[in-house]
């Protein structure tokens, strides 16, 4: 396993700025559909989205930390782990929820909080779980990781995206509204068909190397949305709410993950399939989920 931190994934520049260019893309489709009414549910609600947050930017990567310790795998696959897990919510997370029948109004409220939240948190929780690893720390030192880069680059996909969306939202409404339904399939599909075609260009690194990753990936996902029922469950809030906090956990944005990837650790090896492998998998497993969850919500009603 020693030869999986040594392999990179060959990403050009041009491949790496359209990627930048589709991520940004999404970020914006997700800034059209939100709404200042999204933000209210702050004062309607607020135990609900501060536990979802909760459950997303601080216990996901205590988690995530506490399983690297326990399974101890190769450095560049648990600092993939760490940087998946430090990312916000993934952007089928709001589809998931109403596939799922759960709740959809707190699905958008925590996807609007969480990315802004991320332009903070996610750089934080990379830093901070990263360093406290020793192996993972002593990858970051080198690649000598300037954190200020990292945040620079966060928020310029995440941060512009989003501020650029939600002010052409604000001076055309309904325009925003019918954009936002368009875009949002539209860029998931490009993003997934830059992220099939970098791995195209590197099927022999991906193929040595998935079974390393492909349980852990796995396990990782699976424990996410567990994490997100439980915490909930445990805050005693309804089937509903439970759902929806367990799809927002256990969804990452793995694409801006791959992103920083890239960027920052060159294609690193088991950092780039593990995040690869999870913007895969999270989709089987959540899509999974939420079909089982609407089976069996409509088996109460018949």
């Known amino acids: 396993m020693e030869t999986l931190d040594a392999a990179t994934i060959n990403f050009d520049t041009n491949g790496l700025w359209i990627l930048n260019i589709a ?40 988690l995530t930390f506490l399983l690297v310790l326990w399974v101890q795998p190769q450095p560049s696959i ?12 993934g952007n089928i ?37 990263g360093n406290l690893y020793p192996p993972t720390a002593q990858l970051l030192q080198a690649v000598a990781l300037n954190p200020m880069d990292l945040v620079k680059l966060v928020l310029l996909i995440l941060g512009i995206p989003l501020l650029l969306g939600m002010l052409f939202r604000h001076y055309r409404e309904a325009l925003a509204v019918r954009l936002s ?69 256990g969804i990452q944005n793995s694409g801006l993950g791959l992103l920083l990837i890239f960027s920052f650790f060159n294609g690193l090896g088991g950092m780039a399939i593990l995040a690869a492998f999870w913007g895969i998998w999270h989709i089987v497993s959540g899509l999974g989920l939420s079909l089982y969850w609407s089976y069996k919500t409509s088996k109460i009603y018949v």
């Open 181 to 249: 339904k368009a875009l949002k399939p539209i860029s998931i599909i490009v993003f997934v068909a830059i992220v099939v075609l970098a791995f195209s260009n590197n099927l022999e690194v991906f193929n040595t190397y998935i079974h390393y990753v492909f349980g852990l990936g796995m396990l990782h996902n699976i424990l996410a949305l567990g994490l997100g029922w439980w915490i909930a469950k445990g805050f005693g809030f309804s089937l509903k709410d439970r759902k929806t906090i367990a799809i927002e956990t």
């Open 78 to 89: 648990a600092l993939g782990m760490m940087m998946v897990a430090a990312c916000p919510g």
């Open 93 to 129: 997370s709001n589809f998931m929820t109403h596939l799922a029948q759960g709740n959809t109004a707190l699905s958008v409220s925590l996807t609007a909080m969480g990315t802004f939240l991320a332009i903070i948190f996610t750089p934080l929780n990379f830093q901070f779980y």
């Open 23 to 62: 991520l940004a893309v999404v970020m914006f489709g997700v800034a059209l559909g939100i709404s200042p009414n999204d933000f209210k549910a702050l004062t309607k609600q607020p135990k609900l989205v501060w536990v979802g947050l909760l459950s997303q930017f601080i216990a996901l990567p205590l």
